[in-house]
Structure formats: C-alpha cells, structure tokens
C-alpha cells in the first residue's frame, strides 16, 4: 500500500494562486492513479481532478475546468495540482487519492467515485479570502 501526503496549503486572496503537492511513498507510486478531492465545511467531499497512471489523460470538475491542472512526476513520486484564479468557494481541505484500477468503467466514469479510491492523504487546507 502506498502512503500519502498533501502539502501546499494555505491562505491566499481570490484570483491568486496556489500549487498542491501530494507526495507518495511505499509501494511504485507510477502504478497508481490519483485524484484530487475536496471538502468545503458543511458539504460532502467533491471531485475535483484526476491523472492516470501513465499521465496520459486527466479529468476535471467542470467548477475548475482552465483554472487548474493536475499533474505528476514519477520519477519523484508527487502528483501536483496548480490551482490558478482561485474563488472564495475554492475554500475547503483538499485530499490526494490513489488506486490501482484499470476497468473501463473507471476510465469512463469512475475516476470521480470517491469509492474507487482506497488510499487517502490527511488533507491540506486551503483558504480563499474575498
């Protein structure tokens, strides 16, 4: 199993930017798929973007779609996610997620199911001022 573990966080006005980092260790981090989720206080944790194992493809929210972009380095076992033209209601903790699926159905819909994913980092805070 591969452990996770999300930094970067922080606080930052709206139209700034910040870059999240999910760093793996354990088991070959390039195997896995990974995805960002969030949690905003109140409401239950979204999908917000996702990259395959081989980098080849990634996923988005439509709420970040041109403002932020995931992406990975194997070689130093980190997915990062640049989030560019922040907003307010950006503001949540957000949480790395990986697995080793490799279904259809995961690559058409999946990659979005919290339930695919079967290891989670602790999650970074991220806060967005008006």
């Known amino acids: 199993q591969v452990q996770l573990e999300e930094s970067g966080g922080g606080l930052v006005q709206a139209g700034g930017s910040l870059r999240l980092s999910c760093v793996a260790s354990g088991r070959t981090f390039s195997n896995y798929q990974v995805a960002w989720f969030r949690q905003a206080p109140g409401k239950e944790r979204e999908f917000v973007a996702a990259i395959t194992w081989t980098a080849l493809s990634t996923y988005y929210a439509e709420f970040v779609k041109g403002r932020f972009a995931i992406s990975r380095d194997n070689a130093k076992n980190t997915v990062a996610l640049q989030m560019n033209s922040l907003k307010p209601e950006d503001t949540a903790v957000y949480y790395c997620?990986?697995?080793?699926?490799?279904?259809?159905?995961?690559?058409?819909?999946?990659?979005?199911?919290?339930?695919?994913?079967?290891?989670w980092g602790q999650g970074t805070q991220v806060t967005v001022s008006s």
């Open positions: 997620a990986a697995n080793q699926l490799r279904t259809a159905a995961y690559y058409r819909s999946g990659y979005s199911k919290e339930s695919n994913y079967d290891t």
